[in-house]
């Protein structure tokens, strides 16, 4: 897979894999020419996209020829001529040849200078993998290898499923080990303890690939409420940013791990003790939570990580407080802590798919209508 989000590959990206002869390999596969429309082509392509669905996803690039190793060797373009037609005409044969759809399948174009052009199709990897082609009554499960795609023996196909079936308590696994560290624990420092959020933002693939991408001080991805003078600290698992530690305790009030395995976590005070009671303000989550889920997944795709992705929160902190309404009016007391909200499984994240979450903040504070 090309290292940068899909809408930013440029010309100069393109020209690169032919510059340092990048090689196809299990995320990333050269096509000289527009599949064509005859059955091997309709039957190649298909067991191209679901291969990459059903392993770790990959990029398509079309329009860059290879040599007989397997490595970028010039960049050929293809002609614009019908080109969205045929792009229709693919994405129709994925709408009635694959069994359950792929549900991230994603192109996107770079001009050339002679009015050819290079497509690049990402296909993310599948949560609901495995995917089966079913052109002309076949009925094959395929996977990738190192550079090419091969059928999945009935283990392969058995062991899919399985792992589909226990994604789930995977994902929660991930979270539970941030809302673990809230203490200190393999901590440079611990959160305050006022109510306060847990996120977890992560893409499917940290389930299924190991990775370590390059996290550093100057790409980190910064905890919501952040404001004023920040912190950093490195370590084996990546970056953590946070506030500055009050002087009387130690603690902070916010921080974020931004971890090198491809995903983040953030956790932040949404409340405090305030006129003898624990209040909680509802623009600390309601505003603040989408806002960090789109940060950090602008970050992570400027890595080259796609979705689709993976949300989950906790409230912690938040027993016996009450939300702030109005001026004068208040919540009854939470009760639960802490609170897991859920988790949100979706290719794009947008703030609508999140509505779930936010339904549950108000939930735990015994608010069970339309936002007041």
């Given at each position: 897979?090309?290292d940068?989000?899909?809408e930013?590959?440029?010309?100069?990206?393109?020209?690169?894999?032919?510059?340092f002869r990048?090689?196809?390999?299990?995320?990333?596969d050269?096509?000289?020419?527009?599949?064509?429309?005859?059955?091997k082509?309709?039957?190649d392509?298909?067991?191209?996209?679901?291969?990459?669905?059903n392993?770790?996803?990959?990029d398509?690039?079309?329009?860059?020829?290879?040599?007989e190793?397997?490595?970028?060797?010039a960049?050929v373009?293809?002609?614009?001529?019908n080109l969205d037609?045929?792009l229709r005409?693919?994405?129709?044969q994925?709408?009635?040849?694959?069994?359950?759809?792929?549900?991230?399948f994603r192109v996107?174009r770079?001009?050339?200078?002679d009015?050819?052009?290079?497509?690049i199709?990402r296909?993310?990897?599948s949560?609901?993998?495995p995917h089966r082609v079913?052109?002309d009554?076949?009925?094959?499960f395929h996977?990738?290898?190192?550079?090419a795609?091969s059928d999945?023996?009935?283990?392969e196909?058995?062991?899919a499923f399985?792992?589909?079936?226990?994604?789930?308590?995977?994902i929660r696994?991930?979270h539970r080990?941030?809302?673990?560290?809230?203490?200190?624990t393999?901590m440079?420092v611990?959160?305050?303890a006022?109510?306060?959020?847990?996120?977890?933002?992560?893409?499917l693939?940290?389930?299924?690939e190991?990775?370590s991408?390059?996290v550093?001080?100057?790409?980190?991805v910064?905890?919501p409420?952040?404001t004023?003078?920040?912190?950093?600290?490195v370590?084996?698992?990546?970056?953590v940013?946070?506030?500055?530690?009050?002087a009387?305790?130690?603690?902070v009030?916010?921080?974020?791990?931004n971890?090198r395995?491809?995903?983040?976590?953030?956790?932040w005070?949404?409340?405090?003790e305030?006129d003898?009671?624990?209040?909680v303000?509802?623009?600390n989550?309601?505003?603040?939570?989408?806002?960090?889920?789109?940060?950090?997944?602008?970050?992570?795709?400027?890595?080259?990580?796609?979705?689709?992705w993976?949300?989950?929160?906790?409230?912690?902190?938040?027993?016996?407080?009450?939300?702030v309404?109005?001026?004068?009016e208040?919540?009854?007391p939470a009760w639960?802590?802490p609170?897991y909200?859920?988790?949100i499984?979706?290719d794009?994240?947008?703030?609508?798919?999140?509505?779930?979450?936010i339904d549950?903040?108000?939930?735990?504070?015994?608010?069970?209508?339309?936002?007041p």
């Open positions: 897979m090309i940068r989000a899909l930013a590959i440029t010309l100069t990206d393109i020209e690169d894999l032919v510059r990048r090689s196809e390999g299990r995320t990333l050269f096509k000289v020419a527009f599949p064509d429309a005859g059955h082509g309709v039957r392509f298909l067991a191209d996209v679901t291969a990459f669905a392993t770790d996803g990959g398509i690039v079309i329009g860059v020829d290879e040599d190793n397997g490595d970028a060797a960049v373009g293809i002609p614009r001529d037609e045929n005409r693919v994405e129709d994925l709408r009635s040849s694959v069994d359950p759809r792929v549900p991230d996107h770079v001009d050339l200078d009015d050819r052009v290079v497509l199709m296909i993310a990897p949560l609901i993998a079913t052109f009554r076949s009925s094959r996977r990738r290898t190192n550079r795609n999945m023996s009935t283990a196909i058995r062991q399985a792992a589909s079936d226990d994604t789930p308590r995977k696994d991930l080990q941030a809302v673990r560290i809230i203490d200190g393999d440079p611990r959160l305050r006022d109510p306060a959020a847990i996120l977890t933002v992560a893409p693939s940290a389930l299924r190991q990775r991408i390059a550093s001080r100057e790409n980190a910064f905890p409420r952040l004023g003078a920040i912190d950093m600290a370590g084996l698992d990546g970056v940013v946070h506030s500055p530690p009050d009387s305790d130690g603690a009030r916010a921080w974020s791990v971890r395995l491809g995903y983040v976590d953030h956790a005070a949404i409340g405090r305030h003898g009671q624990v209040l303000w509802r623009d989550f309601v505003k603040m939570m989408p806002g960090a889920v789109r940060s950090t997944i602008a970050r992570l795709r400027a890595h080259g990580i796609e979705g689709p993976i949300t989950m929160v906790t409230l912690v902190g938040v027993k016996g407080a009450r939300l309404l109005s001026e004068h208040y919540s009854p639960q802590d609170a909200l859920g988790e499984i979706d794009r994240l947008e703030e609508e798919s999140l509505k779930p979450l549950g903040f108000w939930r735990v504070f015994g608010v069970d209508w339309d936002e």
